[in-house]
């Protein structure tokens, strides 16, 4: 079965370049979750849509994060004028139930791993 | 103060060994209670969950003390694939009750030897 997808594994940017990351949840899956992980560290909140609409997106590190759902399913991290701190691996969660305390499992992409030279 | 604090290792066992990871988080909201484990440039992947009474899936055992806020892992008779990073992981009520945002600790790196 498929799990949770991201796209492109790996991307090299110059700084000020903009870059898009792509997430495809497991199908049916009504959450979806941004994450980010620097190297060493375990992975931070970034944030959070149930269906198309963004409800928290209370960890986005600055306005030049961006995160978009519009048809519910689909979503894509957008950073704008990377930065070298931007660098990490940005992980994408999906899971089933809006919210069911221990039933609430969230099931993770591979990542894409940005650098930013 | 980070919110989950854990043992920031990395430990280095003998297969056949038994091992204790502990965790300790902040936030007295704290709801929900999980373990993941993380292969080395992989995804982190749910291990177990924690519950109140204590829980066990073969080899790992979990136990969560609320009131001291504090969650730890036993693994038993380890072998070379249990060799990942161990994830603590909590989440918490937010103001409008909803419990989704996960809190991961920084990670504690095991190495099982052969």
């Known amino acids: 079965g498929a799990g949770v997808s991201q796209s492109p594994r790996y991307k090299v940017a110059k700084r000020g370049q903009d870059v898009a990351l792509r997430c495809d949840p497991i199908?049916?899956?009504?959450?979806l979750f941004w994450y980010q992980q620097a190297l060493g560290q375990g992975p931070e909140f970034l944030t959070y849509f149930q269906n198309e609409a963004q409800l928290d997106k209370s960890g986005l590190p600055s306005d030049r994060f961006f995160a978009e759902r519009p048809e519910g399913s689909v979503s894509t991290l957008k950073i704008q004028r990377t930065q070298q701190e931007d660098s990490a691996v940005y992980l994408c969660?999906?899971?089933?139930?809006?919210?069911?305390?221990?039933?609430?499992?969230?099931?993770f992409g591979a990542g894409t791993r940005l650098s930013v030279l | 103060r980070k919110e989950v604090e854990q043992d920031p290792g990395p430990f280095n066992v003998p297969e056949g060994a038994t091992v204790a990871f502990n965790c300790t988080y902040s936030n007295s909201a704290s709801q929900s209670f999980f373990w993941y484990r993380q292969d080395c440039r992989k995804e982190p992947k749910l291990l177990m969950s924690?519950?109140?009474s204590g829980n066990e899936d073969g080899r790992f055992t979990a136990q969560l003390n609320r009131a001291s806020q504090y969650i730890s892992l036993l693994i038993r008779d380890s072998k070379l694939s249990d060799s990942a990073t161990y994830l603590c992981v909590v989440s918490a009520l937010n103001s409008g009750g909803s419990n989704y945002k996960l809190t991961f600790g920084k990670g504690t790196l095991l190495t099982v030897n052969p």
């Open positions: 199908s049916g899956h009504v959450s």
């Open positions: 924690v519950y109140s």
């Open positions: 969660a999906s899971s089933w139930h809006r919210d069911r305390g221990q039933k609430n499992i969230q099931y």
